[in-house]
């Protein structure tokens, strides 16, 4: 493909060994018009590490995206070529991008991928937990119950749950997962390709069992659901019944003993149900 045509290259980065940035990538950013970086200062290290000498840095990240994309539109009408890289990885997954390739394929400018390293793909290549088939989550929210709904949402997806999660939140994320999901093998995937590289495979119920400090970047790999992700109400009614017969608990006593049997059920959904199958 001629590189003074106009088009938008997607190129993947490496995630942290230089050695994994190939020499396809390396020609078609020293040859392209301007390179949107999510950010520049790592972008032009990037570049003087391999020896490229951009012709043109420009930043493109989450909060000017629009802007950029409308930028990025003009550059390409007046015939340029443009390059789209992420900090780490492959641009769009999880990454600012997604709406400037939809806008170039609107307007009819080609789009071309130039594969490389991937976070999602590289932990489930070596994790050992069942890589196909799988969703890519990218972020969870930062709120619990945006998380919450998240997982629900996904709870009964056949295969492998995969997500990025910050260490600080990993802790009360995987809590919330256990609640929705219930019992399934756990991959907690640390600076991938780097030197302190590792991989901590446990199990979902064990999450508290991780270590307080986890330091780089991780990707988690949930496995697949072992038994039914939540319980139908249905169901969750007859424990209930089953549970009061000749006993006499209270409701938050009777919901915290349910919850291991009431898979995917939070105890204070249970403690809700018990009240209002009291009340009638």
Request: hydrophobic residues 40%.
């Amino acid at each position: 493909m001629p590189l003074t045509s106009p088009r938008l290259w997607v190129v993947a980065t490496p995630l942290g060994n230089p050695g994994d940035f190939s020499t396809r990538a390396r020609e078609i950013l020293a040859e392209v018009d301007v390179i949107l970086a999510e950010d520049t200062r790592r972008a032009a290290r990037l570049c003087a590490e391999q020896g490229i000498r951009p012709r043109r840095l420009l930043s493109f990240f989450e909060h000017n995206e629009e802007k950029r994309a409308g930028e990025a539109l003009c550059l390409l009408r007046e015939g340029r070529s443009l390059a789209l890289v992420s900090d780490a990885g492959t641009p769009l997954l999880a990454d600012p991008g997604y709406h400037l390739v939809r806008a170039c394929r609107r307007e009819g400018f080609a789009v071309s991928p130039l594969p490389g390293p991937s976070a999602p793909s590289a932990a489930l290549s070596a994790a050992g937990i069942a890589p196909l088939p799988y969703t890519f989550l990218g972020f969870l929210p930062r709120d619990p119950a945006g998380q919450k709904n998240l997982f629900r949402a996904f709870a009964a997806t056949p295969g492998s749950l995969v997500f990025f999660e910050r260490r600080d939140r990993l802790r009360t994320s995987l809590f919330l997962a256990y609640e929705i999901l219930g019992p399934r093998e756990l991959a907690v995937c640390r600076e991938l390709t780097k030197i302190h590289e590792e991989f901590i495979l446990t199990r979902l119920e064990k999450a508290a069992d991780l270590p307080k400090t986890l330091l780089g970047e991780l990707t988690i790999i949930i496995g697949p659901q072992e038994r039914a992700a939540r319980l139908p109400e249905d169901d969750i009614r007859r424990l209930i019944a089953d549970a009061r017969v000749g006993r006499k608990a209270k409701p938050g006593e009777l919901a915290r003993r349910l919850r291991k049997e009431a898979c995917g059920w939070s105890a204070k959904e249970l403690y809700a149900l018990l009240t209002q199958t009291e009340e009638r």
